[in-house]
Structures are given as C-alpha cells and as structure tokens.
C-alpha cells in the first residue's frame, strides 16, 4: 500500500510559520521555542562554498550584532548536510574572519524547504531559492522575499524593512514609499465622516488631504 504523499501549502503574509523541528549548526532546532520573545529572519540559500552565497550569508553574519539589537534571531537553510555546514562556516571563518554563528538548518529531506515555499522548480527541484521569512514575536510571518538564484539579496533593505514593521506595530502606523528610520509616518486614514472632520480639523500633522497624512514620531 503506498503512503499518501504530504501536500504542502505555500505560506502567506499573515499566516502562522509553520513549526518544525530541524537539524541546524547548533543542534536541533524547533522555530515555536526559538521564536519565543522575538523576531525571526528565517533565509535559504542555494547551497554551501557557492559564491553569492557565501556572501549573502557572511553580511548577516557581520551584522549580527544589529540583529541582536533589534530583537531579531537569524535561521540560515540549505539543503545541505550538517558536516557541509560546518566545514563552510569553518573555511569562510579562516578565508574571511567572518563565523557565520548562527544556526543553519541541514534540511537534506527537504522538509523545511517545502514547508515553506522555498524550492521553485522553474529554477531549481534540488535547491532552495532565495526565500527571506520575517517572523514576529507572535509567530506570525508579516514578510516574505523572493530572490533568484543568481542575485544577492540586499542587506539594507532587509534591514530597514525589519525597522518598518517593528515602528508599524509601535506606533500604529503606516511607512510610505521608501521610507526609512527618522523619517515621517503615515497617521490611519479616517474611517467615518467623524473621523474625517477631526482629521481636517488637525493642525498637528502635515496633510496631503484628510486621508493622506504624515507625523514625526
């Protein structure tokens, strides 16, 4: 009798990160207990000693410490073996001074990787692109990015993007196009005629009209 295969769902924004518990260069990891308290940016890459690769994963690495400092945890994935991770981190650690300390899971079954979306068969059926999952503190994914296999993430943005969700749910706002940390928020729109006449009435943020307006936090 065959076993039914299992049939993934491509998670969205909004929706809880699937658990699991993996393998990873720290030992076994489940995402429910590493998530507790804090933020997740959960990556995949390709595969080990590939070039852009081991520079997307060296920025991280050097940034560390900003993460930390934002309440954020990072989750490196490949589907590589445990002993291909470790001798990577080690050969980037003495070719870089760069150590990539943080976990990555061997995800060799590709559980993970399905889980989440992660292999796109009009690239690859054997490697996972360049997925990027914000998690927040509630284990709610609030962001996903998508990266061929050809082309390197952006570290900026994944930070400043991280800073706008973290302000958004401080500050119950809105960031508009390009919007960076110091820079103006977006104040809710009005949603009754109530609303709307107070919001005309507001000499204490800078309005477009009554439904596009901006304020310094």
């Not at 990555?104 to 889980?115: Q, R």
Request: hydrophobic content about 45%; glycine content about 4%; overall charge negative.
């Amino acid at each position: 009798m065959e076993t039914p295969s299992t049939t993934y769902t491509m998670p969205r924004i909004g929706d809880p990160a699937p658990d699991f518990t993996a393998p990873t260069t720290h030992g076994d990891l489940t995402l429910s207990e590493y998530n507790k308290d804090a933020w997740v940016i959960m990556f995949s890459h390709p595969a080990d000693f590939t070039p852009v690769c081991t520079t997307e994963l060296s920025a991280f690495a050097m940034d560390k410490e900003w993460f930390a400092a934002h309440n954020t945890k990072l989750i490196g994935l490949s589907i590589d073996s445990i002993h291909s991770h470790l001798a990577w981190v080690n050969n980037v650690r003495e070719k870089t001074g760069v150590y990539m300390d943080f976990p990555i899971i061997a995800d060799l079954d590709m559980h993970v990787a399905h889980l989440y979306g992660m292999l796109h068969p009009g690239a690859s059926s054997t490697a996972a692109v360049r997925a990027v999952f914000f998690i927040d503190p509630k284990g709610v994914i609030r962001l996903i990015m998508y990266y061929p296999l050809n082309v390197g993430r952006n570290m900026e943005e994944i930070q400043r993007v991280l800073v706008a969700l973290q302000t958004a749910d401080t500050h119950a706002c809105a960031l508009p196009v390009n919007w960076v940390e110091g820079d103006k928020v977006i104040v809710p729109p009005p949603k009754n005629l109530k609303e709307m006449d107070a919001r005309i009435a507001d000499q204490s943020v800078e309005k477009v009209d009554f439904y596009l307006a901006r304020k310094s936090l």
